[in-house]
């Protein structure tokens, strides 16, 4: 059974940087893409970045955070970051991380209504 963990959320100010951290167990992340999500409070979920196999290893981007999230992967602590930096009130949110038996984002991308794994999130809140 695949479980996934998100970690590394939190409080920092207009400008700052957090570092969330997926982990997983029961799964090699390596094999697979996985994408982190968000949720700010009544707005619709949005994806906001994936990285493919470690066999291809490309990633993507939500054009609202380019150039200032980077996301990468342990294989060896079989876990995915998502490194945040110049964070802004609009960054505000649940994040999640996802993943499935996919090794592409393009197919990720596809069927994110059908992804069967999701950690429980974290908080980030960026606010002064």
């Known amino acids: 059974q695949v479980h996934l963990v998100e970690s590394g959320g939190g409080l920092v100010q207009p400008g700052g940087s957090l570092r969330l951290s997926c982990s997983a167990s029961?799964?090699?992340?390596?094999?697979?893409?996985v994408a982190w999500f968000r949720q700010a409070p009544g707005k619709e979920r949005e994806r906001v970045t994936c990285?493919?196999?470690?066999?291809?290893?490309?990633?993507d981007y939500a054009e609202s955070v380019k150039g200032r999230f980077t996301i990468s992967r342990d294989n060896v602590k079989n876990t995915v970051y998502l490194q945040m930096n110049s964070l802004k009130p609009e960054d505000t949110a649940v994040f999640y991380c996802?993943?499935?038996?996919?090794?592409?984002?393009?197919?990720?991308?596809?069927?994110?209504?059908?992804?069967?794994?999701w950690g429980q999130g974290t908080q980030v809140t960026v606010s002064s």
């Open positions: 990285i493919s196999s470690s066999t291809d290893g490309s990633t």
């Open positions: 029961g799964f090699t992340l390596e094999n697979y893409a």
């Open positions: 996802a993943t499935d038996v996919y090794s592409s984002c393009v197919t990720m991308s596809i069927m994110v209504e059908h992804l069967s794994s």
